[in-house]
């Protein structure tokens, strides 16, 4: 039988606001502001099945409503791409009659990028990442991750004008997106779409092969590039770093975080940001992750000796000591066997350490990642970085799949999500978002998770069944509000039948994330 782990957070945390009722009419135009994007579904409803998904910044015009159910106020709206749903109000808005609005200083911004993407004119540096050419540009740094495809960001960016042949009112220096047509590119289907630097006059700076001009249309005919989407102004991200800026936000955290560390200690801390923000599942600046939801520590003012080694850092980072790793605990600020576990997530178990008397609880993320193992001048005590494990690498308590199964998923991971009242208080609820989109993270391209809420003691659902797309996940993940009881032992009964019916994966879990008070008369048979 294989092992199934169940990973127990307990969590502390702020109340979530009632929304308005009513603050639309039917025959108005709004449009969708989710910062991934937004489901849109069948009836009003948080188990009603999702018929679509729309990118931020999708308009449509409301036809009926409002309806409350499930704690949330619905609209049924007529999107303009065709799509005809209900919608939460809390991710729409009235639609601006004002088209995208430009960031500060956009016309010199946009000649600096066009000047500096024509001179690097047939260079062939950018073949088959068009968006990470666009972000450079933009930017003025080679190399730079781009944090994304063109449909990412395609998804990411406001006020996004989806007119038809908009682009004929698009100002110069505007990102021009394509969709993709699925034909084979160099063998491969491109399914991620294709971006551009509008010129004005329907030409257009990508790179495609090459970094070239064309026009719109000579673009969409190019293998791979489908029909036009729209346009919009860059991403206030891509705008060149400061340097300054990064330096101060760097110091605060390796101050907060490791001002009794090593040198060495400071160093590897820095790595696990720089390492997010070379990665697509981070934001894409030093200041963006360190205050990423609460995720480094930021309440000490740096001392000069700490000021000093995040300049140098930032000037130039050096070699990576703990080979890609994007998150660490201390071990010693943990609780210990025995000790109260309350308030701490304590979901990867009890393990010896070295420089600590008694085991250690790990947190449940550690379960999903790979140790960075020693670490010259580290002290395991003190710090234990992880990365993002490895494609082929086997997780510590995992058993050996069977041979039946798929082999195209290696783990499957139930997110059960605690719903109830109770996650009202003291920021639970938020805290419990962070938690499971940090476990989300963690994941590489052989897992699949599901995502199982508990509202009330007999509204246990299936928000998202298993997939591997993080994204959809992390949009349903914002979409949760606490509302009736706790039925603690039903859902975890109810997640692990589901897990025995539906998951692939050899290596199988559930993250329990709630305040642990069962309040729906459940308990141990």
């Known amino acids: 039988m294989k092992r199934l782990l169940f990973a127990f957070i307990m969590l502390a945390l702020l109340a979530q606001g009632a929304c308005a009722e009513g603050k639309f009419n039917v025959g108005d135009s709004v449009w969708t502001k989710a910062d991934t994007s937004l ?112 449909d990412d960001w395609a998804k990411k960016l406001y006020r996004f004008n989806q007119e038809p042949n908009g682009w004929q009112n698009a100002p110069r220096g505007a990102v021009i997106f394509f969709d993709s047509d699925n034909e084979l590119v160099k063998g491969e289907l491109n399914t991620h779409g294709h971006v551009g630097i509008y010129l004005g006059e329907e030409r257009l700076t990508h790179a495609y092969g090459s970094v070239k001009e064309s026009t719109i249309e000579e673009a969409i005919n190019e293998a791979g590039v489908g029909r036009y989407l729209g346009w919009s102004y860059p991403s206030e991200e891509w705008k060149p770093k400061d340097a300054g800026k990064e330096m101060e936000c760097l110091a605060t955290a390796l101050m907060s975080e490791a001002s009794i560390g090593t040198n060495e200690e400071r160093v590897a801390v820095a790595w696990t940001i720089f390492n997010r923000v070379d990665s697509p599942t981070f934001p894409n600046t030093v200041c963006e992750v360190v205050y990423q939801g609460g995720q480094y520590a930021t309440n000490q003012e740096p001392t000069q000796e700490i000021l000093d080694l995040a300049t140098s850092l930032i000037g130039d980072r050096g070699t990576d000591p703990t080979g890609g790793a994007t998150h660490f605990f201390s071990p ?57 494990q490895a494609a082929d690498h086997e997780v510590a308590l995992a058993e050996e799949p069977d041979a039946t199964e798929s082999s195209s998923i290696d783990t499957s991971i139930i997110l059960l999500f605690d719903a109830s009242s109770s996650m009202a208080d003291d920021d639970k609820i938020d805290n419990a978002k962070v938690a499971a989109k940090n476990s989300i993270a963690t994941l590489g391209p052989k897992d699949e998770v599901a995502l199982i809420v508990f509202y009330d003691c007999s509204q246990i659902i299936v928000e998202q069944p298993f997939t591997t797309d993080w994204s959809a996940l992390a949009a349903m993940i914002d979409t949760i509000r606490p509302t009736g009881g706790t039925p603690l032992y039903a859902a975890k009964d109810f997640a692990q039948a589901y897990m025995d019916e539906n998951a692939r994966g050899g290596v199988r879990r559930i993250i329990l994330l709630t305040d642990g008070i069962e309040t729906c008369g459940g308990g141990p048979e």
């Open 39 to 150: 489901n849109v579904r069948k009836e009003s409803g948080t188990s009603s099945p999702v018929i679509d998904t729309l990118i931020k910044g999708t308009v449509g015009t409301v036809v009926e409503g409002p309806v409350t159910k499930d704690g949330y106020v619905w609209w049924n709206i007529s999107y303009d791409v065709g799509t005809i749903g209900w919608s939460a109000e809390d991710w729409l808005e009235l639609a601006p009659s004002a088209g995208p609005q430009p960031p500060t200083d956009f016309s010199t911004w946009a000649e600096e990028t066009i000047s500096w993407a024509e001179e690097r004119k047939d260079r062939r540096d950018w073949d088959g990442l068009c968006m990470r050419f666009v972000a450079n540009a933009f930017e003025k740094v080679e190399g730079n991750e781009a944090g994304g495809n063109a």
């Open 332 to 388: 010693i600020s943990m609780p210990k066997e025995g000790k109260s576990t309350r308030v701490h997530d304590v979901g990867g178990g009890l393990h010896e350490v070295t420089g600590i008397n008694e085991k250690v609880y790990f947190p449940s993320w550690t379960l999903t990642m790979e140790p960075a193992g020693d670490i010259p001048g580290v002290r395991p005590a003190y710090y234990m970085f992880y990365r993002v």
